[in-house]
T-cell receptor
């Protein structure tokens, strides 16, 4: 399976600021996704990162709050904008490498003070 | 949209006993059902999956069964070991259609030595 890395692995941020999370894959993949996992909770899909076009957001998530870029088939970024303590969570990217299965990155643990 | 329910939320078993986790789904068009294991502080890792044209799949101590008519699928772990302790998530998706995963709420499994 593809090797997936995320940066940063963790961060502590102040309310009102923004953080951009990077997801890098060691091979070209068709689909990339961004999830949020709040403490002790399941995984919630934020959006599908589409290469060359705007991301597709799930209900409850908007582009102004979570802008996403996907400039090529190996890289994507998720920005958490104008953060509040409620945004404290683990953010994970995942990739589908041509089959049906998704593989997850190591996650970014975000704490907003 | 799809709704995946997972039970139980917590499960404790003695080492060597079997553990069973059950999930139900609502969308009859779902045809791909992966199971992920997430250890504390780690990323979710795929442990087994099943497609709708198969009723059962086994991989060493782990097996998954699927009942399409009843729309439920189950994870079976035999001869449990302490290293099986983790949170397990089921998911359902329509393969080959953007492959959005709908996750269950998770089961925290503790294997008591």
């Amino acid at each position: 399976s593809a090797v997936i890395s995320q940066k940063p692995s963790r961060d502590i941020c102040q309310r009102g600021t923004s953080l951009t999370i990077q997801c890098q894959v060691d091979s070209q993949v068709t689909m990339m996704f961004w999830y949020r996992q709040q403490p002790g909770q399941s995984l919630t899909l934020i959006a599908t990162a589409n290469q060359g076009s705007e991301a597709t957001y799930e209900s409850g998530f908007v582009i102004d709050k979570f802008p996403i870029s996907r400039p090529n088939l190996t890289f994507s970024t998720l920005t958490v904008s104008n953060m509040s303590p409620e945004d404290s969570s683990i953010y994970l990217c995942s990739v589908e490498d041509g089959g049906d299965t998704q593989y997850f990155g190591p996650g970014t643990r975000l704490t907003v003070l | 949209g799809e709704n995946v329910e997972q039970h139980p939320s917590t499960l404790s078993v003695q080492e060597g006993d079997s553990a069973v986790i059950k999930c139900t789904y609502s969308d009859s068009a779902s045809n791909y059902f992966p199971w992920y294991k997430q250890e504390l502080g780690k990323r979710p890792q795929l442990i087994i999956d099943i497609r709708s044209n198969v009723g059962e799949k086994k991989d060493q101590r782990i097996a998954v069964t699927l009942n399409k008519t009843a729309k439920h699928f189950s994870l079976h772990i035999t001869e449990t070991q302490p290293e099986d302790s983790a949170v397990y998530f089921c998911a359902a998706s329509r393969a080959n259609t953007g492959n959005q995963f709908y996750f269950g709420t998770g089961t925290s499994l503790t294997v008591i030595p």
